[in-house]
């Protein structure tokens, strides 16, 4: 969330265990601890002026649990008033439901506990649907959104409907649609249950929403809602050797990293930054990376919006079907040409600014070359693509709205 919403909520409530950690007004902070012991256990940095940032220091956990109710009542008066949008989503990382509450002014209530261990992740989802609910009760907006990456953090926003009357809907990512984890029966039971008990599913694309209608027959009111194009980074640009293109990864086996290596040698005169954490990468083909070719590592969001606006043109490519990534959004809000696999979906969204490529080494070593080559032009036509997904959005935004107050 921006420093502007950060301000305009005085405190953006998050935590692992219901204690009191967020970003708070000063003031308020040392109003409310004054003379009390808690204080001691806290961790207090101060991001913004006039705001402090706390969270809780693990050694006094127990003592902070204690004090969670307390803390939450605090966060109650303090927050977004009564009667408000909710989002809820699990996760650290910067994510696109960020801009999103930007721009409809939705309080963002986000848990950030990540463990993925097999033996640990069922634990995490009990724990957090119960924090979710338990939230989602003391806050009682009159809308919630629910981030539908899984069932589990849905299931809560469907928990809080059934129980107070108030509409939900979903923010549905592809994972639950083609991932085969989430459509084992029981998974995809619990998946059908929220598809139906939401007042809307709003999906990101026309293919996925083609998948649940007419291919996976899926049960509620789906619906087409981009996401939303995220603002120019405020990040100073860092100073990159040109021609260079970032390339955003995760090293996920639907990525074609081998034939990104391969494009890169041979194109030497183009400099590659490769995101995200090059552990997954299998050391052979790590290896097998040319002289032009770096490995930035997992970038924290500073240093990524920096990468990103140095380049001359982003990246991102992916064998998965209608598949737009987050790096196809973050281009078009840092207005930088966009290099992405061919597909309808693809064709159909970017119309200007960006490059298509198949996923082998010739096809993507040209769209490289031509991307840097056309880079002013393709510049231009991304900002006019951006306003043209504005527009669109606002439409797309309306039309959930009329689908909520039915």
């Not at 009390?36 to 706390?54: A, D, M, R, T």
């Not at 999906?203 to 009111?221: F, S, W, Y």
């Not at 079907?321 to 930088?336: D, R, S, V, Y």
């Amino acid at each position: 969330m921006s420093e502007a919403l950060y301000r305009n909520r005085k405190f953006a409530y998050h935590s692992q265990a219901l204690a009191s950690c967020g970003l708070v007004d000063r003031d308020l902070f040392h109003k409310f601890y004054a003379g009390k012991e808690l204080v001691h256990s806290l961790i207090v940095e101060e991001p913004f002026e006039g705001c402090l940032f706390v969270r809780d220091d693990r050694r006094q956990r127990r003592a902070l649990n204690r004090q969670a109710r307390t803390c939450l009542s605090f966060v109650g008066d303090n927050v977004a008033p009564e009667g408000g949008m909710a989002y809820i989503r699990w996760g650290a990382n910067r994510n696109p439901a960020d801009a999103l509450c930007e721009r409809i002014g939705a309080e963002l209530i986000c848990l950030r506990w990540q463990s993925k261990h097999p033996l640990t992740v069922p634990v995490r989802y009990v724990i957090q649907y119960i924090q979710t609910v338990f939230i989602l009760l003391l806050r009682r907006p009159a809308m919630v959104i629910g981030q539908h990456t899984h069932p589990f953090c849905s299931l809560a926003a469907l928990t809080y409907s059934k129980l107070t009357g108030r509409p939900f809907m979903t923010d549905c990512h592809n994972a639950p649609f083609v991932e085969r984890i989430w459509n084992l029966p029981a998974l995809n039971w619990l998946n059908r249950l929220v598809y139906r008990g939401a007042a809307v599913n709003a999906v990101h694309n026309e293919g996925i929403l083609r998948l649940a209608k007419e291919d996976l027959k899926l049960p509620g009111m789906f619906t087409v809602l981009h996401c939303v194009i995220p603002p120019v980074p405020k990040v100073a640009p860092h100073s990159l050797p040109s021609p260079s293109v970032l390339v955003v990864c995760s090293y996920y086996s639907d990525e074609p990293i081998k034939a990104v290596l391969e494009a890169a040698a041979a194109t030497p005169e183009i400099h590659y930054y490769m995101t995200g954490n090059v552990r997954r990468l299998d050391p052979a083909v790590r290896e097998t990376a040319p002289r032009n070719v770096t490995f930035t590592g997992f970038l924290s969001t500073e240093e990524y919006d920096a990468y990103l606006l140095g380049a001359d043109a982003a990246m991102a490519l992916s064998s998965r079907e209608n598949l737009l990534m987050a790096a196809c959004h973050e281009a078009i809000g840092a207005g930088k040409p966009f290099i992405v696999t061919d597909g309808p979906v693809a064709r159909s969204y970017l119309r200007r600014g960006a490059v298509f490529a198949e996923n082998d080494a010739d096809a993507i070593a040209a769209g490289v070359r031509r991307a840097v080559a056309s880079r002013a032009e393709l510049a231009e036509e991304m900002r006019s693509l951006r306003r043209e997904l504005d527009e669109l959005w606002w439409k797309q935004w309306q039309d959930v709205q009329r689908r909520l107050a039915r």
